[in-house]
């Protein structure tokens, strides 16, 4: 069975409230820039990627793959790449990523996995993920949630969003510093964005 998710106005406030204190002091340091499959990354500020809330849906145990797609499946195909670095720019080998979403019309399969997997980063700190564009639901704009573990980091949970999205400016946990460099690819989306682990 899948559910739609309610946020109630108060959750997003709460949540929101509970967000601001999770910015990470900015680190300065050489930004280096380099290509991830073939279009250009986000240039590296090293400065550590805020946290966020996991939100209800989030369930352990997904599994490992690197697309979350599967037949059937509705909605826009986005491909998503980038790296996990640490905060002098440097990539970080296996860190683990865990990627949840909503489906196109905004809902989560709480009972199974559809639209969750997880993956580890190559020896130069590089994920690819294929998925859809997630829908919206009441409260919140487009986005994906992520988990990012790397040994002797804390874990980073956070959400990404995408440009341009009129419910981005509605919704109390958007931050435009998790905005993914997204653009138009055939009939679907390519997108990039870089975690920073602090
Ligand atoms: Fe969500």
Same mark, same amino acid.
């Given at each position: 069975m899948?559910?739609r998710?309610?946020?109630t106005? =108060?959750?997003?406030?709460?949540?929101a %409230? &509970?967000?601001?204190g999770?910015?990470a =002091?900015?680190h300065?340091t050489?930004?280096?820039?380099?290509a991830? /499959?073939g279009?250009?990354?986000?240039?590296c500020?090293g400065?550590?990627?805020?946290?966020?809330t996991? $939100?209800?849906? #989030?369930?352990?145990?997904s *599994?490992?793959?690197?697309? %979350?797609?599967q037949?059937?499946?509705?909605?826009?195909?986005?491909v998503?790449?980038?790296r996990?670095?640490?905060?002098?720019?440097a990539?970080?080998?296996?860190?683990?990523?865990? #990627?949840?979403q909503?489906? /196109?019309s905004?809902?989560?399969d +709480?009972?199974?996995?559809r639209?969750?997997?997880h @993956?580890?980063?190559?020896a130069?700190?590089?994920f690819?993920?294929?998925?859809v564009?997630?829908?919206?639901y009441?409260g919140?704009? @487009?986005?994906?949630?992520?988990?990012?573990?790397? *040994?002797g980091? *804390?874990e980073?949970?956070? @959400?990404l969003?995408?440009p $341009?999205?009129?419910? +981005?400016? @509605?919704d /109390?946990?958007?931050?435009? !510093?998790? &905005?993914m460099?997204?653009?138009d690819?055939g !009939?679907?989306?390519?997108?990039? #964005?870089?975690?920073?682990l602090g």
């Amino acid at each position: 069975m899948r559910c739609r998710p309610r946020h109630t106005r =108060a959750a997003v406030l709460g949540a929101a %409230l &509970l967000l601001a204190g999770c910015g990470a =002091a900015p680190h300065k340091t050489a930004a280096t820039s380099t290509a991830t /499959a073939g279009q250009p990354a986000p240039r590296c500020s090293g400065r550590p990627t805020i946290a966020e809330t996991e $939100g209800p849906y #989030f369930k352990a145990g997904s *599994p490992a793959r690197t697309s %979350l797609l599967q037949t059937g499946m509705r909605g826009t195909r986005l491909v998503l790449t980038g790296r996990v670095l640490t905060t002098r720019c440097a990539p970080v080998a296996g860190a683990l990523l865990d #990627f949840w979403q909503a489906d /196109a019309s905004g809902s989560y399969d +709480n009972s199974g996995y559809r639209l969750r997997g997880h @993956q580890l980063t190559d020896a130069g700190g590089r994920f690819r993920l294929t998925t859809v564009v997630p829908g919206e639901y009441p409260g919140r704009t @487009q986005h994906i949630h992520v988990k990012v573990r790397a *040994p002797g980091k *804390p874990e980073l949970t956070t @959400q990404l969003y995408l440009p $341009g999205e009129p419910g +981005n400016e @509605q919704d /109390a946990i958007f931050d435009p !510093s998790l &905005l993914m460099q997204v653009r138009d690819a055939g !009939s679907g989306k390519v997108a990039t #964005f870089d975690f920073v682990l602090g």
